[in-house]
């Protein structure tokens, strides 16, 4: 059984407490979600070590975003079993959503938009969130069969143009380390990495 802590920062009695608890319900394997090098500290100090490091960019949002090369719409509910099934054809089954995780990220925000493409089927989909001024580009994906046509490219300026219409200054976006093709698609797109990244951290009870 694994178990996911999302619920973060935590300090080293916090994971004490939550370790104990996990323990007495069986599991075996525990997952963090995305920390920062600050929120680590408390895990470290339990065990855990590095499961996944993840790349965080930054992009100012200081100027008009070029209008997307490709046919978007806002999502419908009809869509969310084929929003999924097109998650889980991009992404392996560490990355992969389900619907819980889907709801999950779609509420992580204060404001969000979940934009698709106007094929049929779907072959690629884009979740952005808005907190303040600062947003967050929270998924993308697009279908491999769909792959070299612009959609990333498309998805990613519709989201900033999305962010800047609703106030936003800046727009963040991880990808895993070793994923050079959304790494290249976000630096094109006007993305910095940030000198810090991003750990998933895993313990084994």
Not at 16 to 24: M, Q, S
Not at 46 to 67: K, M, N, S, W, Y
Not at 193 to 202: C, D, K, S, Y
Request: proline content about 5%; overall charge neutral.
């Amino acid at each position: 059984m694994v178990t996911t802590f999302a619920d973060l920062p935590l300090g080293t009695h916090d994971v004490e407490d939550l370790l104990e608890h996990v323990r007495r319900r069986g599991t075996q394997r525990v997952l963090t979600a995305a920390l920062s090098p600050g929120e680590t500290h408390g895990f470290l100090s339990c065990g855990f070590t590095v499961h996944r490091e993840l790349i965080l960019l930054r992009r100012v949002i200081d100027e008009p975003v070029p209008a997307p090369k490709a046919a978007l719409r806002r999502w419908r509910r009809r869509d969310l079993e084929p929003v999924i099934a097109l998650d889980n054809a991009a992404f392996d089954d560490f990355w992969a959503f389900d619907e819980v995780a889907l709801r999950d990220a779609m509420t992580a925000t204060p404001h969000r938009t979940l934009r698709v493409t106007r094929s049929q089927p779907l072959e690629g989909y884009a979740l952005t969130g808005l907190a303040g001024a600062r947003g967050y580009l929270q998924r993308l994906a697009v279908h491999p069969n769909a792959a070299g046509r612009g959609l990333g490219a498309a998805l990613v300026s519709d989201s900033l143009r999305w962010l800047r219409w609703h106030g936003a200054t800046e727009s963040f976006v991880n990808t895993q380390a070793d994923n050079s093709r959304a790494l290249a698609l976000y630096e094109r797109s006007g993305f910095v990495a940030e000198p810090e990244g991003l750990v998933i951290l895993e313990g084994v009870l």
